[in-house]
């Protein structure tokens, strides 16, 4: 089943990705041939079979002691970031 | 010649005093700085950091201290974090990025005194078999630079086989240690799901991604994967199991190992790559194993459940990039969503938007369940089909690479194309496998790969065969026309 323009379109905004008018046909015919192509999936008998999320069984989420364990390195971390002001993230305007 | 040693011979000498680790990664440095250029393994190269951590070593091997990593020279894949070092993930999104931390893999390798060379070039985001998508470009195979090296660890399988360095560290989500592996005629070792550490290692499929090394001999990667293994409480799938002694059982007699033929692998096998099989399952009997056909029927979903489990997890994992605490941010956004949009836009490659967009969509409302959970339930009869398999034998055999090495350009235009490239390493990962590529002979005299994939927490014998196969045959020592000096 071929997606169509706008189903790509509904997809990169969910997925917050910008896609120009130039690329639009190149990534239509592309993810529907993967979507035609991970299809093959849908002609498998899975009845009764458990998904599996995890390649290794009896796995569990370790959890850890609550207590402070790490140190603030909050200005070490935001060397990366773009925009910084008094410790906080800037970005355009949010609430209006 | 000091790069055509395997790391033991390496160890040795430098034990002796006979050359110093600082000597060595100047040699290194040298053929990098020939030879490189030609094949575009690096992103970053850390030539000033190499030599005082040289010195370091020097310093600790003049003390008396001894380690079989001790002031040997290594490679890093640029996913793995490096503290203060530029890391790209081979993406304009990181482009700026400076790691603010050593991923655990760099911590226990620096902490066993390796000495980094560089970062290696890679497929952006771990996302490739060819190492083509990368911001940085593509890397050249060195065996016929026309040629792809595989991917997406391409940067560390060239520079690996070209004998820039003598060990490379590697990531393999869908083959992407092991296919590179046989195309340019190295070792490559895919541990088993949680062996390795995944903190500070960039994220593309939390459930499928693992750290590996690329050498030139399995004794190598055995002393790498020493170091390497281990639990770690700042993964939460680090498996709190004990790590053996690989080096010591690498030299045990196979004989009664039982090796799996894998009827689906050689269903269909081009016959100048089945002929190389043949050659190395003579050996293999030759070493006293017995050989036996196994099925795994479900196997042939491996690369479509891949292709939907694997994108899904990579559209979760890279919604962090969003322009707003690290990496690309684009100019004069108007708003937030503009700032995300084309941040991530901009930022990321053609190859890592179809992958976020495919994930996007197989997790959408409507179509969860007809992918997603459909992809969940054959990746168990995938697994279930290896775990029955492994009843009956202790390792499966096969080739690593449906060809050699194609052009550069060659599958760039058809992504279902390049994705079958992984078509015999992909179930490996999906079942959380352990695999080895080992070289096994030429196709067009191009370097082609075998590959042993064992259970769960099997690396000590699949080190084992590959050993007692590399001690029979010699193909592990050819190195490309023009870089063996």
């Given at each position: 089943?071929?997606?169509?323009?706008?189903?790509?379109?509904?997809?990169?905004?969910?997925?917050?990705?910008?896609?120009?008018?130039?690329?639009?046909?190149?990534?239509?015919?592309?993810?529907?041939?993967?979507?035609?192509?991970?299809?093959?999936?849908?002609?498998?008998?899975?009845?009764?079979?458990?998904?599996?999320?995890?390649?290794?069984?009896?796995?569990?989420?370790?959890?850890?002691?609550?207590?402070?364990?790490?140190?603030?390195?909050?200005?070490?971390?935001?060397?990366?970031?773009?925009?910084?002001?008094?410790?906080?993230?800037?970005?355009?305007?949010?609430?209006? | 010649m000091l790069h055509n040693?395997?790391?033991?011979?390496?160890?040795?000498?430098?034990?002796?005093?006979?050359?110093?680790?600082?000597?060595?990664?100047?040699?290194f440095?040298g053929r990098i700085?020939r030879l490189n250029?030609a094949l575009?393994a690096?992103?970053?190269?850390?030539?000033?950091?190499?030599?005082?951590?040289?010195?370091?070593?020097?310093?600790?091997?003049?003390?008396?201290?001894?380690?079989?990593?001790?002031?040997?020279?290594?490679?890093?894949?640029?996913?793995?974090?490096?503290?203060?070092?530029?890391?790209?993930?081979?993406?304009?999104?990181?482009?700026?990025?400076?790691?603010?931390?050593?991923?655990?893999?760099?911590?226990?390798?620096?902490?066993?005194?390796?000495?980094?060379?560089?970062?290696?070039?890679?497929?952006?985001?771990?996302?490739?078999?060819?190492?083509?998508?990368?911001?940085?470009?593509?890397?050249k195979n060195p065996w016929d630079t026309?040629?792809?090296p595989?991917?997406?660890?391409?940067?560390?399988a060239a520079a690996t086989a070209a004998r820039l360095t003598p060990?490379?560290?590697?990531?393999?989500?869908?083959?992407?240690?092991?296919?590179?592996?046989?195309?340019t005629g190295v070792?490559?070792?895919?541990?088993?799901?949680?062996?390795?550490?995944?903190?500070?290692?960039?994220?593309?499929?939390?459930?499928?991604?693992?750290?590996?090394?690329?050498?030139r001999?399995?004794?190598?990667?055995?002393?790498?994967?020493?170091?390497?293994?281990?639990?770690?409480?700042?993964?939460?799938?680090?498996?709190?199991?004990?790590?053996?002694?690989?080096?010591?059982?690498?030299?045990?007699?196979?004989?009664?190992?039982?090796?799996?033929?894998?009827?689906?692998?050689?269903?269909?096998?081009?016959?100048?790559?089945?002929?190389?099989?043949?050659?190395?399952?003579?050996?293999?009997?030759?070493?006293?194993?017995?050989?036996?056909?196994?099925?795994?029927?479900?196997?042939?979903?491996?690369?479509?459940?891949?292709?939907?489990?694997?994108?899904?997890?990579?559209?979760?994992?890279?919604?962090?990039?969003?322009?707003?605490?690290?990496?690309?941010?684009?100019?004069?956004?108007?708003?937030?969503?503009?700032?995300?949009?084309?941040?991530?836009?901009?930022?990321?490659?053609?190859?890592?938007?179809?992958?976020?967009?495919?994930?996007?969509?197989?997790?959408?409302?409507?179509?969860?369940?007809?992918?997603?959970?459909?992809?969940?339930?054959?990746?168990?009869?995938?697994?279930?089909?290896?775990?029955?398999?492994?009843?009956?034998?202790?390792?499966?055999?096969?080739?690593?690479?449906?060809?050699?090495?194609?052009?550069?350009?060659?599958?760039?235009?058809?992504?279902?194309?390049?994705?079958?490239?992984?078509?015999?390493?992909?179930?490996?990962?999906?079942?959380?496998?352990?695999?080895?590529?080992?070289?096994?002979?030429?196709?067009?005299?191009?370097p082609?790969?075998?590959?042993?994939?064992?259970?769960?927490?099997?690396?000590?014998?699949?080190?084992?065969?590959?050993?007692?196969?590399?001690?029979?045959?010699?193909?592990?020592t050819h190195a490309p026309p023009g870089y063996e000096s």
């Amino acid at each position: 089943m071929s997606l169509t323009r706008q189903d790509v379109e509904k997809i990169a905004h969910l997925a917050r990705l910008s896609i120009t008018a130039q690329e639009m046909p190149v990534y239509v015919s592309s993810l529907s041939s993967i979507v035609d192509f991970v299809d093959e999936l849908s002609r498998t008998d899975t009845e009764g079979v458990l998904p599996m999320a995890h390649p290794l069984d009896g796995q569990h989420q370790r959890l850890r002691a609550d207590v402070v364990s790490e140190s603030d390195t909050r200005e070490k971390y935001q060397l990366n970031a773009p925009a910084v002001t008094a410790g906080l993230y800037v970005v355009p305007r949010v609430i209006e | 010649m000091l790069h055509n040693l395997f790391i033991g011979e390496l160890a040795d000498r430098l034990g002796k005093r006979e050359i110093s680790s600082v000597e060595l990664t100047r040699h290194f440095l040298g053929r990098i700085e020939r030879l490189n250029p030609a094949l575009n393994a690096f992103i970053t190269l850390t030539a000033d950091q190499a030599l005082s951590s040289a010195a370091a070593a020097d310093a600790r091997l003049g003390s008396g201290e001894r380690g079989p990593l001790l002031g040997i020279p290594l490679i890093h894949k640029d996913i793995f974090c490096t503290d203060g070092v530029k890391t790209t993930c081979g993406s304009r999104m990181l482009d700026n990025f400076i790691a603010p931390y050593d991923a655990t893999v760099v911590a226990r390798l620096k902490g066993a005194g390796t000495v980094m060379l560089g970062k290696s070039n890679m497929d952006e985001f771990a996302m490739g078999s060819s190492n083509e998508t990368s911001y940085y470009g593509p890397v050249k195979n060195p065996w016929d630079t026309a040629k792809v090296p595989g991917g997406s660890s391409g940067g560390s399988a060239a520079a690996t086989a070209a004998r820039l360095t003598p060990l490379a560290t590697g990531t393999d989500t869908g083959g992407s240690i092991r296919q590179p592996a046989a195309l340019t005629g190295v070792t490559g070792l895919k541990p088993t799901y949680g062996r390795v550490s995944r903190y500070g290692m960039i994220a593309f499929a939390s459930s499928l991604d693992q750290a590996g090394v690329f050498a030139r001999s399995a004794g190598d990667a055995a002393a790498a994967l020493q170091v390497m293994a281990g639990f770690d409480p700042r993964d939460s799938t680090s498996v709190d199991v004990p790590v053996p002694d690989y080096s010591q059982t690498l030299g045990r007699p196979l004989k009664g190992m039982k090796i799996g033929l894998l009827r689906e692998f050689f269903e269909g096998l081009e016959p100048r790559n089945a002929a190389l099989l043949e050659d190395a399952l003579n050996i293999y009997t030759g070493l006293g194993c017995e050989t036996r056909e196994v099925s795994l029927p479900h196997l042939p979903l491996s690369v479509p459940t891949y292709y939907v489990v694997a994108p899904a997890e990579c559209s979760s994992n890279l919604s962090r990039f969003d322009g707003v605490r690290y990496g690309y941010r684009c100019e004069n956004p108007k708003d937030l969503m503009d700032l995300y949009k084309r941040s991530r836009g901009e930022g990321f490659g053609a190859e890592v938007k179809r992958r976020i967009m495919t994930g996007t969509y197989v997790l959408s409302a409507g179509y969860f369940d007809a992918y997603y959970l459909k992809a969940q339930k054959a990746r168990r009869l995938i697994t279930d089909d290896f775990r029955a398999a492994f009843e009956q034998v202790d390792l499966v055999i096969g080739p690593t690479t449906p060809t050699p090495a194609f052009d550069i350009g060659a599958k760039m235009n058809d992504p279902v194309l390049m994705y079958l490239n992984d078509i015999y390493t992909i179930g490996a990962n999906l079942a959380g496998l352990p695999g080895v590529s080992v070289p096994c002979g030429f196709v067009d005299r191009l370097p082609m790969g075998l590959q042993l994939i064992g259970p769960h927490f099997a690396e000590a014998k699949l080190l084992n065969a590959a050993h007692q196969y590399q001690q029979a045959t010699d193909w592990h020592t050819h190195a490309p026309p023009g870089y063996e000096s």
